[in-house]
């Protein structure tokens, strides 16, 4: 009796100082997953279900499969028709061209393993599981094309399809102008599955650079670019459906749904007039409950997405030739 008396406070002592420590030595994990030779900027990603195998599209037009630390990445699609090899493979971020494409979101419907893809110069569509020329599903919406195909994010139970267009004026090409214009006329848009009908769900937004669902489809959380906002568009009654602002972290791009409608926004903050890459973890109102500062190993570039995959955070940005695997 006297011994476990003693004994107790010791045990769970050497627990908490076991825990702690190992708290201290694995409290921050980075690696990076290179991306092949002349393969830069991802811009997002898309998992499978349960085998930690993920989508990434790159500047040169290209749609990548990481197939595990053996196989590395794999060609998957693309989606510009007339793409040259030749001519495009190795293109960076600043030089977009319409004839190499450039694959902006991505989504993968678990069940059907459809993989929609959001290109930049040709607008939305799919990929069955062979890969290959992405199908357009649709290159306008209530009569207007779209000018800039940016997030995409599928509702897993239905099906249903929400991507934005991030401006209804200029494309990827011109995006300084966008910004110096303040530009607001992007758009969030829905492929219902069933019908194959594209409605317009909202319009004025401000640089619809990323879209999420929650797991009701009762809303969307879409960010604005330029306006360093992100809106929660509810998706029931009339249109034009109400909306309002739940976060100003600046220069917000995409965002990703995780466990419990927690969603994870790929942002930045403000140091001495710098805008430093941020990950922030926000709820269903847009209250932060988490911040991963990123300037570490991302410098001053902007990232473009933030994933929770399994225990990890899988990083991307337009700007390097690596997906970041953030552990904490
Ligand atoms: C990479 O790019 C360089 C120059 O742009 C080219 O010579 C080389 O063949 C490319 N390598 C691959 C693997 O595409
Ligand atoms: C692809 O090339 C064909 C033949 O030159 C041309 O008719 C077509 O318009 C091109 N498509 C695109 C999207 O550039
Ligand atoms: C992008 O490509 C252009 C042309 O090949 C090159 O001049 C430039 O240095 C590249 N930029 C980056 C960031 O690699
Ligand atoms: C919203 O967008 C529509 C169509 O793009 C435009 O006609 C209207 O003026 C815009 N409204 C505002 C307040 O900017
Ligand atoms: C967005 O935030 C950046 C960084 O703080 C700022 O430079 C820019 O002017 C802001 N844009 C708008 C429209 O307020
Ligand atoms: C980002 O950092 C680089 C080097 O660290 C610097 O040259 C550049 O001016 C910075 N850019 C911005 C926008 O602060």
Redesign the pocket.
Known sequence: MKIHIIMAPIFFTSIFHFCFLSTLVSAISFNQIQLPKNATGPEAMAFELGTSRFFTGIADGRILKYRGPTTGFVEFGFA???RSKSLCDGTNTSNPN??CGRPLGLALHHQTQRLYVCDAFFGFGVLGPDGGLVTQLSTTAEGEPYRFCNAVDVHQPTGNVYFTDASAVYDIRELETAISVQDSTGRLLKYDVKNKQVTVLFRNLSFAAGVAIDEEEKFALVTEFIANRTRKIWLQGQRPYRSEIVNSLPAPDNIKRTRLDNFWLAAARVMQSNLLPVGARINRNGNVLETVNLERWYGNKSVSEVQEYGSKLYIVSRLVNFVGVFKH
Do not use: E, K, M, Y
Request: zero cysteines.
């Open positions: 510009a028709p007339n319409p004839v």
